[in-house]
């Protein structure tokens, strides 16, 4: 293993110093008109500058490899400082990592030039896929070293805090926690990356993926005494007796957090949190009957409902928690789509994204979301309930703030659109700095956030690259599991949506904005103008 230096990295963020203010400002450059002819370029930008986030102390630590929640940025320049960093990160961040670090590895070009952005720059595949094996490499070591010193979390990650001088530790209010979801998408993300090392066919990379492949191999072992309840019931958060103590110490116990404070401690979600149920069904050891019980439990939460607005026909599509775009990060990562059935849900969902929005004149689109900052550059606040209530579980709703990310899924199923979305909130004032996307800025253009974070830049450079569905298929195949899969999705969404073929909805168009982010005066960064 070549470890990444910070002599290295240190250069290349003097020669990233050089390129701001290049064309950092570059969605100003382009017209709807000129991306829905021909996106390419306009693609090509986003990856570069996004890309400009993938550097140490900004979005990940290149000594350990890990990943940082995020960084705040000057509210006047928009430059990055050390003391604005997230010290933080969640298996969620790292799932979104693994995934464009798959991409990398698969030769994909517009991902050679996501982390080449701040290292020179190009597209040279052999240079970008040799910077990931580092990053993977010394992500490995990690990893392992955080089993090694608690292994009480069966291998899953906390929320865990880091810096340079500091080996990765639950972060104080994860200390003896562990959550399902975030590290159900964090599985996916690495089985991905496997099949990706796996067929790049050289010693280096088959070697990194059987140490990634052993990673997974032992959490399936774990998954079950971590946090099955039984009854088909996965807990959502588990407390565990001691983290520094092995999973199967005689002393070791795990309990649903909140089992009896009257509330609803269990995954019992058809968005993200499938993820993990997933991986349980399929390698943690369950009997037929648990299998079947997993499967049960989630569906009282799998509902059909019709989107409606004047002028436009009704929608049939799946009934969010918020409508947040962020719900649907399992089907980035699962071959969802391959059934007729799902691909047109998908499309339906993507469609009245875009069309719910642009009846209400809406610049952007919903999504959970870090809200704007304050006048001394703080986050107000994070807003997760933020989507389409009509067609939510949860019908009150903060929706006063838009994100980029919210076109994640767009994105696959239409990317034009997506990338049209992307570009309308992208040209509004203080959008764009540096490390590319801003967080979020509010609809009438009255405040921004000056921060930067996996959450609401690199869902969206993963949706652009298609998802990792077509790499993880490939995997799910060589290990027997992709029929099976394709039967139940197809057997569980059509107990719901079989009857309603065909879809409403599924004729109807895509909307493109009509209206823009208000100029309040607000000045751009003066670093990225």
């Known amino acids: 293993m070549t470890p990444i230096t910070l002599p290295i990295i240190l250069t290349s963020l003097l020669l990233s110093q050089v390129a701001f203010g290049q064309r950092c400002r570059f969605a100003n450059q382009y017209t709807q008109t000129d991306i829905l002819k021909d996106p390419s370029a306009f693609e090509a930008d986003v990856f570069q500058w996004e890309g400009m986030f993938h550097q140490h102390n900004v979005s990940y630590n290149a000594v350990n490899g890990m990943t940082f929640d995020g960084t705040l940025l000057n509210p006047t320049t928009g430059i990055h400082d050390v003391n604005g960093i997230h010290g933080f990160s969640a298996a969620s961040k790292e799932s979104l990592h693994f995934m464009v670090l798959t991409h990398v590895i698969a030769g994909n070009q517009n991902a050679a030039r996501w982390i080449l952005a701040a290292h020179g720059g190009g597209t040279d595949v052999e240079k970008a896929r040799s910077l990931a094996l580092d990053i993977l490499n010394t992500k490995w070591a990690s990893y392992s070293k955080f089993n090694e010193t608690y292994p009480g979390f069966g291998g899953f990650l906390p929320w865990f805090a880091h810096t340079e001088f500091q080996e990765l530790s639950p972060t104080w209010d994860w200390v003896n926690r562990v959550p399902a979801l975030d590290n159900g998408e964090n599985i996916w993300a690495i089985y991905g990356l496997i099949e990706a090392l796996q067929t790049v066919k050289r010693p280096q990379y088959t070697a990194l993926a059987a140490k990634w492949q052993g990673y997974l191999s032992y959490l399936a072992t774990t998954a079950g005494k971590v946090f099955y309840h039984g009854s ?15 999973v199967d110490d005689p002393t070791q116990t795990y309990q649903c957090e909140g089992l009896n404070s009257g509330g609803n401690p269990f995954i ?17 050891g369950l009997n037929a009957t648990e299998k079947a019980a997993l499967l ?28 947040s775009s962020h719900e649907n990060w399992g089907w980035t990562q699962l071959p969802y789509t391959d059934v007729p059935l799902m691909k047109n849900l998908y499309s339906n969902m993507e469609k009245v994204r875009t069309c719910d929005s642009a009846f209400t004149k809406n610049p952007g689109m919903f999504a959970s979301v870090n809200n704007s900052t304050d006048s001394s550059g703080q986050i107000i606040g994070y807003i997760s309930n933020a989507g389409i209530p009509q067609i939510a579980n949860q019908t009150i709703q903060e929706l006063d703030v838009i994100t980029p990310y919210s076109t994640m899924n767009t994105m696959i ?63 799910m195949i060589r290990d027997g599991i992709y029929a099976p899969f394709v039967a139940l999705v197809q057997r569980e969404w059509g107990m719901v949506f079989g009857s309603l073929l ?28």
């Open 413 to 475: 199923t239409n990317k034009r659109i997506g990338l049209a979305w992307w570009h309308n909130m992208a040209i509004a004032k203080r959008m764009q700095n540096p490390y590319g996307s801003s967080e979020s800025t509010r609809k009438d253009g009255s405040a921004t956030s000056a921060f930067v974070s996996w959450d609401s830049k690199i869902t969206t450079l993963n949706g652009l690259l298609g998802g990792i569905s077509p790499i993880v298929k490939s995997k």
């Open 268 to 284: 019992n979600d058809p968005y993200e949190g499938q993820q993990f149920m997933w991986f349980l069904y399929f390698f943690g």
């Open 296 to 323: 049960e439990f989630k569906r009282p939460q799998l509902v059909a409902v019709d989107w409606s607005r004047p002028g436009f026909p009704n929608v049939i599509v799946q009934k969010g928690f918020w409508f």
């Open 502 to 529: 065909p879809l409403k909805g599924s004729d109807m168009a895509y909307c493109l904005p009509v209206a823009g982010v208000a100029d309040t005066g607000l000045v751009d960064f003066t670093e990225c103008r």
């Open 232 to 246: 088909g019931r996965i807990c959502a958060v588990v407390d565990i007796a001691d983290q520094s103590k092995t």
